[in-house]
Structures are given as structure tokens and as C-alpha cells.
């Protein structure tokens, strides 16, 4: 019995042993995990800061504060403008040389390099800064097609009755002319060697072009030459003809992509068209397409909408022109400031949660002023 009795303690003991062992390792294991994150990686955000109804590009210092509610807004991706109304907001040599020294940079901005400031400040702020090239094929708006078109008329774009292309406003440059299409690039790939940007960005104009245009000469030669001497079609909506001028716009945007990665590799080429069939039908963007050939690194399409009923139509629309592999691609651009329009804030969010619903980890919200609206939204956004 005494002998049982000891044979019990020593096995009790050991027991013991070993348990205490087991737990000190499993409390080392423990010690040496790293800490539960609480916290998901942040989403893309981009806003667009403009020169139009904003103040933002006026000085460095308006620069620096723009940056400051970016960050403080989880803001990571700034698109600023560089070409509109027939100018640069940049010095460039390009224009310089075709347009007079006059034409070098937007008047309002002479003596000054707002894109350079744009990047200096958004870089110190660990925000990657795109040059967006706002007015595209654009020549001017309301202004007969501006210096470019005066000193180049033969650039301009015609409709079928052999006028200036124009629509809303806005009147264009041949989009398939070759002496347009290099001028467009030589202005993308001059601020790509020039400035440490981190992306550049055509919109509902680059590629673009109504497709009431495509009856000048060099377009029309350039369809028979193809078609066996045929004239295109009277109908501008005319399905083949739709998609042959839309190809040549996509052609054009393939070759700019590979000449501004053969640049600056990392340096990103987004696009944000309109939606998708409407932007291919009136203005020959086919992004769908553009993203099946690799053309662009992300695309925005602008999903501006009044209510969330039409948002969430639309991008669940949106979303069957999107293949599962290019859907990390894919931003909805949001509305939240159109002159005086802005949305509630329970719209607002319910955007913002239609998009997290279908998958979508980020947008791009047009445009910055608006961004300074919903100061309560963007204390916890992207946070």
C-alpha cells in the first residue's frame, strides 16, 4: 500500500511538471505573437482638385492647406489639374514652342509651378499626386476653339456638316488626327520626365470625342481608305462606325500607355470616363476594353447620381463590364459637390456603404471643395 502511495505522488508530481511546462511555453508562444490588428490597410481615396470653383491651386499656402484636410480626410491619392481651357498649369516647353511664350502656362499661374508645389506638399504627407489632364482632345469651351485651334486650324474636329465639333460647350481637336494625338502625348510624357508625379489621368475627354465628330477630311480618308472607297455613315451612331472610331481612340491610348511606362515604369496611367455604354455611345470610350488590353492601371468611371436608388443601379451596371481579375482596378468616381449641390450626409454614407457592399474598397470623390463639406464623414473615413 505505501509503495502504491508513493508511485501515486511521484506520477501526481510529474504531472504537475509537465503541466507547468505546457504553460509557461504556451504563454512564451503568446509573448512573442504580434498584436491583433484592429485596424483594416487604407483604401484608396482620391478627390480632384481643380482651378474651377476652388481656390485650392491660388498659392503654395492654399496648396499646403488642401493637402492638410486631404490627410486629415484619409485622402491617399490627389488628381490635380494640369491642362484645361487650352492651358497648362505647368511651364511647359511644349506649349512654349507651338503656341508662343505666352502659352506656357495659364496666365493666373505665370511665375509660378502649382503642379511642383502640388507634389512637394502632397509627397510630404506620404499622398501620391496625379497629373490630370483635365480638358483632353478639349480645345476651349465657348471660345470658337481658343489659341490652339486659331494658330492650328487644321486640328479642328468636324461634325457631319462640316462644322466645329462642339458639345456642351466644349470644342474639340481631331482626337484621330496623328499631329493631335502626338501633341496630347507629348504633353502627358513632358510632365511624366519632368516631374516626380505618381500617375496621370484622362477623364470623360482623354481618350475622347463626341461621336458626332469623325466627318473631317483626314477621318473620312482614312474610313474609306479601310472600307473599300465607302463614305462613313450619315448616322453617327451607326454600331460599326461607333466601333471603329472607338478603336482608334483605344489604339491611341495603348501606345501613350507603353510610352509613359517606357518612361517611368511605376508612374500610373488611370482613366475616368463616364459610364459604361453611355460613355462609349456619345463620347467613343470604351474602358471596358481598355482594361481587357491592359491600357490602364485603374479605372474611375464617374458614377455621379442624385439618389441611392440610381447609385446603386449603376454600379451594379457597371460592374458586369468589369471582369472578376480587373476588379481591383475598378473606383466608382462619388459626387459630393456640384456648384451648390451636395448630397445629405445619410446619402453620402449609403454611397460610400454600396460600394464596400459590392466588394469595392475605395473611390475618388468629385471634387475637393465637397470634401470640406462633411468634416463629421471624414473624421472616420478611411481611419
Request: some cysteine.
Amino acid at each position: 500500500m505505501d509503495i502504491k502511495k508513493k508511485m501515486l505522488k511521484k506520477s501526481t508530481i510529474a504531472l504537475v511538471a509537465i503541466i507547468t511546462l505546457v504553460s509557461c511555453a504556451c504563454k512564451k508562444n503568446e509573448a512573442s505573437l504580434p498584436p491583433t490588428k484592429t485596424k483594416s490597410d487604407p483604401h484608396f481615396a482620391g478627390t480632384w482638385i481643380t482651378n474651377v470653383a476652388s481656390t485650392a491651386l491660388d498659392s503654395r499656402a492654399n496648396i499646403q492647406e488642401a493637402v492638410a484636410t486631404c490627410k486629415k480626410s484619409g485622402i491617399n491619392n490627389i488628381f490635380v489639374v494640369v491642362w484645361n481651357q487650352g492651358r497648362t498649369l505647368y511651364p511647359s516647353t511644349v506649349m512654349a514652342n507651338l503656341f508662343g511664350e505666352s502659352a506656357k502656362i495659364a496666365s493666373k499661374f505665370q511665375g509660378r509651378d502649382p503642379l511642383q508645389e502640388m507634389i512637394e506638399e502632397g509627397h510630404k504627407a506620404g499622398i501620391k499626386v496625379h497629373a490630370w489632364f483635365e480638358y483632353g482632345f478639349a480645345a476651349s469651351n465657348n471660345q470658337n476653339g481658343g489659341l490652339i485651334l486659331q494658330t492650328k486650324p487644321q486640328w479642328a474636329a468636324k461634325d457631319s456638316n462640316g462644322n466645329l465639333l462642339t458639345k456642351n460647350g466644349f470644342e474639340w481637336m481631331n482626337a484621330f488626327m496623328p499631329e493631335v494625338q502626338d501633341f496630347i502625348s507629348s504633353l502627358v510624357l513632358e510632365v511624366v520626365e519632368k516631374y516626380d508625379v505618381d500617375g496621370v489621368q484622362g477623364d470623360d475627354r482623354l481618350p475622347a470625342l463626341p461621336s458626332t465628330g469623325g466627318y473631317d477630311d483626314y477621318t473620312v480618308n482614312l474610313y474609306k481608305a479601310q472600307h473599300s472607297g465607302a463614305n462613313p455613315p450619315s448616322d453617327y451612331k451607326n454600331t460599326e462606325w461607333v466601333n471603329w472610331r472607338a478603336d482608334l481612340l483605344t489604339t491611341f491610348l495603348g501606345k501613350l500607355y507603353q510610352q509613359v511606362k517606357a518612361k517611368k515604369p511605376k508612374v500610373m496611367v488611370t482613366v475616368a470616363p463616364s459610364v459604361h455604354p453611355w460613355a462609349k455611345d456619345e463620347y467613343l470610350q470604351d474602358w471596358p476594353n481598355w482594361l481587357d488590353k491592359g491600357y490602364a492601371d485603374l479605372v474611375i468611371p464617374q458614377h455621379y447620381r442624385y439618389d441611392i436608388a440610381s447609385y446603386k443601379s449603376t454600379l451594379k451596371q457597371q460592374l458586369t463590364y468589369v471582369k472578376p481579375q480587373h476588379k481591383s482596378k475598378f473606383y466608382p468616381g462619388v459626387l459630393i459637390q456640384n456648384g451648390t449641390y451636395n448630397p445629405t450626409d445619410d446619402f453620402f454614407k449609403q454611397m460610400i456603404d454600396a460600394n464596400r457592399a459590392e466588394g469595392i474598397v475605395g473611390e475618388s470623390f468629385w471634387f475637393f471643395e465637397g470634401v470640406k463639406k462633411f468634416p463629421t464623414f471624414f473624421e472616420t473615413y478611411n481611419k
